[in-house]
């Protein structure tokens, strides 16, 4: 059996995160929440939104709702869809 060295008990498993899209920013928050110290690498020198929007299916959100983010989420401007209708690219048919 290997003998732990009492220094490293003391400090925290270090994890490196390359990436900043959603998916390694949801495993950042996951480690911080195990008491993991991590650090994330973006090539992009600014964060800028990208697109329409995000949609976040409903197993997400258990996810954002377990880390205690859906009240900022709303906050800051989240909207629930009531309704989503899918169109054939054709002829626009439901």
Request: with cysteine.
């Amino acid at each position: 059996m290997a003998v732990m060295n009492s220094d490293r008990k003391k400090k925290p498993f270090k994890v490196l995160i390359v990436g900043c899209g959603l998916g390694s920013l949801s495993c950042a928050i996951a480690c911080r929440m195990g008491g993991l110290d991590v650090q994330i690498l973006e090539k992009a020198a600014k964060i800028l939104p990208v697109g329409a929007g995000i949609q976040i299916p409903p197993n997400a959100t258990k996810v954002l709702q377990h880390y205690g983010l859906e009240d900022a989420l709303i906050e800051g401007g989240a909207v629930r869809v009531e309704a989503r209708h899918l169109r054939r690219y054709s002829d626009g048919k439901l």
